[in-house]
């Protein structure tokens, strides 16, 4: 069963627009959420997080959004620019024992248009 | 400073073979998370190492192994590999939890044929 959803496997945006990036979980123990960005041939870096008692955190052009009753979040990246082409990856860890460990999404593939 | 190193990059094994995969983390960094990538399956847990302790594990068979270092150097095993073993490895230090933040080296590419 998959705990954290990226339901859209890819998304193209023009240059200068914004890309939003959603993600979906099940798990009410979740309490805190990161996005990563990964290049190919690369780890995953870190872009941003949230905490559960925050509904959103913005850094630069990314913003991450937080609903906790929908159990939903999306980054938004604005303006879009072609170096953002990249798989985003959502993640999502709990208090206690289960902040040892990330539960990752399976990606959206953002393509930004020039 | 320097970042998450992972040796090999690329690794090419035959079924049945084992192989050992290491990592060493980011100075002063003592929690080391193991993670495997398929295409299939996405990014998913293997085991996280803290001061040479497995402190949690992912729902992998036993064939998975790893283990840590006093220098927090740790290296991962599989046994007995599998076609299905075939993935990216990617290996994450942190100061501790995972709310300190993660940051991953850049993988080695392990083929099993």
């Known amino acids: 069963d998959q705990q954290v959803k990226q339901n859209s496997p890819s998304l193209s945006v023009q240059e200068g627009r914004i890309s939003i990036l959603n993600c979906d979980y099940t798990n009410s123990m979740f309490d805190y959420f990161l996005w990563y960005k990964k290049y190919p041939a690369e780890g995953p870096t870190f872009l941003i997080s949230i905490s559960s008692i925050k509904d959103k955190n913005e850094d630069g052009r990314f913003t991450v959004f937080l609903n906790k009753s929908a159990k939903h979040l999306s980054l938004h990246i604005v303006p879009s620019q072609p170096g953002d082409s990249a798989v985003y990856f959502c993640?999502?860890?709990?208090?206690?024992?289960?902040?040892?460990?990330?539960?990752f999404g399976k990606g959206t593939k953002l393509s930004v248009i020039p | 400073k320097a970042g998450v190193t992972q040796t090999p990059r690329y690794l090419i094994k035959t079924r049945g073979q084992q192989v050992t995969l290491s990592c060493s983390p980011i100075s002063g960094h003592r929690s080391v998370s193991w993670y495997q990538q398929t295409p299939g399956q996405g990014l998913q847990f293997l085991f996280e190492?803290?001061?040479?302790?497995?402190?949690n594990k992912g729902n992998f068979p036993g064939r998975f192994s790893g283990r840590q270092f006093s220098n927090s150097r740790s290296e991962m095993n599989v046994s007995t590999l599998e076609l299905g073993d075939s993935a990216l490895y990617l290996c994450a230090s942190s100061l501790d939890t995972v709310v300190y933040g993660y940051t991953f080296g850049s993988g080695t590419r392990l083929t099993v044929v």
């Open positions: 190492y803290f001061s040479e302790t497995q402190r």
């Open positions: 993640a999502a860890t709990g208090s206690g024992a289960g902040s040892y460990q990330l539960t």
